[in-house]
């Protein structure tokens, strides 16, 4: 079965500090990664995905993801924070070889950047 | 703009009344997703089809149904609705295994 794990319900960074959201997956095969953004009323935004290859991938509004094998980490980063990144981030997770199956989402980690 | 067209936005429902949700997709994406979104559960996969034609179960199916009679449309359907199905409800597609998912802007419904 699937599954990721968000370790942190709620992330506060002060702006222009670097931050970073966690995710650690379990899949019995391969990963494909995926972040998204839900801003408030709203419904999730695509940020980045990692499907292979280069494993820091990097997606919109300057965030970026690094993939860890070895740890089944895929964890969202970004140099300098804004205040309007302030959202709700989910990371999810499909098998590469289950096919198109449905994505699987951690619960979510609120992310608050104070200016 | 293509995407995921939900409807209704919102809705206030009576228990016991069978409510129908609307998903319309325009991007001829082979899988659609119903999950549901609840605080501190993150969202949970309801139903799913991965083409017209055939559905599969998710996490969380009980007190739900759906169908997928063409690519575009995938409506879900409360038979008899309970307040426990009080939710944000999210449909959302996807055209591969590599591939995002796009979602819709969500339905707000209340069950009372």
């Known amino acids: 079965a699937q599954s990721v794990a968000q370790p942190e319900d709620q992330v506060n960074v002060a702006e222009g500090n670097p931050l970073t959201v966690k995710c650690t997956y379990s899949v019995s095969g391969n990963p494909y990664l995926f972040w998204y953004v839900q801003y408030p009323n709203r419904g999730l935004q695509f940020l980045l995905k990692y499907i292979t290859g280069d494993n820091l991938v990097k997606g919109s509004y300057g965030f970026e993801a690094e993939f860890n094998k070895s740890q089944t980490s895929f964890h969202l980063k970004k140099p300098s924070a804004l205040v309007s990144d302030s959202a709700l981030y989910f990371c999810?997770?499909?098998?590469?070889?289950?096919?198109?199956?449905?994505?699987?989402f951690g619960k979510g980690t609120r992310l608050s950047v104070i200016a | 703009i293509a995407g995921i067209t939900q409807a209704p936005t919102s809705q206030i429902l009576a228990a016991g009344r069978r409510m129908t949700l609307r998903c319309t997709q325009d991007?001829?994406?082979?899988?659609m997703y119903w999950y549901r979104q609840d605080l501190g559960l993150g969202l949970r996969l309801i139903h799913y089809?991965?083409?017209?034609?055939?559905?599969g179960k998710g996490e969380v199916p009980d007190g739900y149904s759906v169908s997928r009679a063409n690519t575009d449309d995938f409506p879900l359907t409360l038979a008899s609705a309970v307040p426990s199905q009080t939710s944000v409800y999210f449909c959302a597609s996807s055209d591969s295994d590599r591939g995002e998912a796009f979602f819709g802007q969500g339905t707000r419904l209340t069950v009372v």
């Open positions: 089809s991965n083409t017209a034609g055939t559905t």
């Open positions: 991007m001829r994406h082979n899988a």
């Open positions: 999810a997770v499909r098998d590469r070889n289950s096919g198109n199956t449905p994505l699987v």
